[in-house]
C-alpha cells in the first residue's frame, strides 16, 4: 500500500531462508482483513507498507532447525508470529511472545512467497493436501475465525450462555459461529444489514438486534430481563462500539473485544468500575487454537470460508480493497 487508497501489485526480490528456524511458503491463498481499511482510509499511517497477514500455503523450503514442517506440507499460518514454546506462548497468547511480531508490515502475505520465521511455532500442517473447497475455511482460521473465537473464548461463551455479538463484519460473523460452536443457549448478533443478518442467523444466530447505541443497548437487555447478556464480543474498535459492549454485558459477565482499538477510544473508569465485568482481549493467540480449528474444517463441522463474498486473483487486490472500503463485499479471498 502506497498510500491511503494507493494498493499496488507489484514485483519484489523473493524472500530467503535467513534463520534456521525459518520456513519458506508458496502462499495458495490469502485474504484483505477489515484492518487493512484502516490504513487504506488513512486511519493509520502507511507508506510503501508490505501488507497481508492471512495466508494458507505450501511449504517451499525449510531451515535446518525445523522439526515439525517438511517440503510439500500445506500449511496455516496465524497473523502473529510465535515461536510457541515461551511460557507467555505455553501460557496460550501466542500473539504476545517474546519472539512476537506482525505479519503485517513485517512479511506482508498478499504476495506469492512468504518467509514465516519461527516455523515450527507459527504455522500448522494440514493432515493432507486439502480439497478446493476447504480452502477458503482453512484460509479464515488464520485471522477472522481464530479471532472470533479467541472472543467467544473471552467472553466465556458455552451452554447457559446468552451471548451478544457487537459488530457484523467478518470478526463478528465467525464470533457467532465460535459462539455457537462452544454451545453458546442463545446469540444475538447486532446487525443492520440485511444481507449480513443472513449470515448470522446461517452461523447460528437466534436473534438480531439492528439498532445501536443506546436503543442497542436497551433491546439487549429487554432479551435478557434487564440484566444485560452473560458474554459480549466486541468486534468493531470504536468508541460507541467498546461502550455499547461494555454496557450489554451483565455484571460479573465477560467481554471479550477483538475490534483492533484506535487512538482516541478511551473507556471512562467511573463507568468500568461500575460495570463490575470481566474484560479481555487483544490481537488474538490463533495459534492456541489452529490445531483444533483446522480438524472442524477438515472434518467438516463448520463452513467459515462462506464469509468470503468476492474471489479476486492477487493481480487485482486493489479492486478487493476498493469493494470492501465501499461495503460491496464482507471479506475478499485473492487467489495465488
Ligand atoms: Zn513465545
Not at 177 to 184: D, E, F, P, R, T
Not at 311 to 332: H, W
Request: with cysteine; proline share 5%; hydrophobic share 40%.
Amino acid at each position: 500500500m502506497y498510500g491511503p487508497g494507493d494498493v499496488r501489485v507489484v514485483d519484489r526480490e523473493d524472500p530467503k531462508i535467513i534463520d534456521p528456524t525459518d520456513a519458506l511458503i508458496a502462499i495458495t491463498a490469502t485474504c484483505i482483513c477489515g484492518s487493512d481499511l484502516w490504513p487504506y482510509r488513512g486511519v493509520e499511517p502507511v507508506d510503501h507498507t508490505l501488507m497481508g497477514h492471512e495466508y494458507v500455503g505450501v511449504v517451499e523450503e525449510i531451515g535446518d532447525a525445523v522439526a515439525t514442517l517438511k517440503v510439500g506440507d500445506f500449511v496455516v499460518g496465524s497473523f502473529c508470529i510465535s515461536d510457541n514454546t515461551c511460557e507467555i506462548c505455553r501460557a496460550g497468547y501466542q500473539s504476545r511472545c517474546v519472539h512476537g511480531s506482525f505479519v503485517a508490515g513485517a512479511i506482508g502475505t498478499q504476495s506469492e512467497l512468504a518467509r514465516i520465521p519461527y516455523a515450527d511455532g507459527t504455522l500448522v500442517a494440514t493432515p493432507g493436501q486439502p480439497d478446493q473447497d476447504l480452502i477458503p475455511s482453512l484460509l479464515a482460521a488464520s485471522d477472522v475465525l481464530g479471532t472470533g473465537w479467541f472472543a467467544a473464548v473471552a467472553a466465556a461463551a458455552g451452554p447457559g450462555k446468552t451471548v451478544a455479538v457487537v459488530g457484523d463484519g467478518a470478526v463478528g460473523l465467525m464470533g457467532v459461529l465460535a459462539a455457537k460452536q462452544l454451545g453458546a443457549d442463545r446469540i444475538i448478533a447486532m446487525s443492520r444489514h440485511a444481507d449480513r443478518q443472513v449470515l448470522a442467523r446461517e452461523f447460528g444466530a437466534t436473534d438480531i438486534v439492528d439498532t445501536r447505541g443506546d436503543e442497542g443497548v436497551t433491546a439487549i437487555k429487554d432479551l435478557t430481563n434487564g440484566l444485560g447478556a452473560h458474554s459480549v464480543i466486541e468486534a468493531v474498535g470504536s468508541q460507541e462500539s467498546m461502550m455499547q459492549a461494555i454496557r450489554s454485558t451483565r455484571p460479573g459477565g465477560h467481554l471479550g473485544y477483538v475490534g483492533v482499538a484506535h487512538d482516541g477510544v478511551t473507556l471512562p473508569a467511573d463507568q468500568l468500575f461500575f460495570a463490575e465485568v470481566h474484560l479481555l482481549g487483544g490481537p488474538a493467540p490463533v495459534r492456541r487454537f489452529l490445531p483444533d480449528l483446522i480438524d472442524r474444517v477438515w472434518n467438516r463441522t463448520i463452513d467459515p470460508g462462506r464469509v468470503f463474498d468476492l474471489t479476486l486473483p492477487l493481480d487485482q487486490a486493489a479492486e478487493g480493497y476498493k469493494a470492501m472500503d465501499e461495503r460491496r463485499a464482507v471479506k475478499t479471498l485473492l487467489t495465488v
